[in-house]
């Protein structure tokens, strides 16, 4: 039986208002891989890695690994990092 991975919503509180700066992070969820347990990387979207806002701040929830046991991490989306910018 395969594990189930799920990822929450991400729950975007930390970001009010536009970010000054941003740059790439690596996906916590993926490694960095761009895919995890063969399929592309729900976290990422098999990129490898995610667009954080400055400065970079890992995700206090999950501690960065962008997961909660195997279930993707309702804080940060599975990425590790807070304040995800998407788009």
């Given at each position: 039986?395969?594990?189930?991975?799920?990822?929450?919503?991400?729950?975007?509180?930390?970001?009010?208002?536009?970010?000054?700066?941003?740059?790439?992070?690596?996906?916590?969820?993926?490694?960095?891989?761009?895919?995890?347990?063969?399929?592309?990387?729900?976290?990422?979207?098999?990129?490898?890695?995610?667009?954080?806002?400055?400065?970079?701040?890992?995700?206090?929830?999950?501690?960065?690994?962008?997961?909660?046991c195997?279930?993707?991490?309702?804080?940060?989306?599975?990425?590790?990092?807070?304040?995800?910018?998407?788009?």
């Amino acid at each position: 039986m395969e594990p189930v991975i799920y990822l929450a919503p991400k729950i975007d509180r930390c970001m009010s208002q536009s970010p000054k700066s941003s740059a790439p992070e690596t996906c916590a969820f993926c490694k960095g891989a761009g895919e995890f347990d063969g399929r592309r990387c729900p976290a990422c979207d098999g990129r490898g890695e995610v667009n954080v806002a400055q400065p970079a701040k890992r995700c206090a929830l999950c501690n960065g690994t962008g997961r909660l046991c195997i279930r993707g991490c309702p804080a940060c989306g599975g990425t590790g990092w807070t304040a995800i910018l998407r788009g």
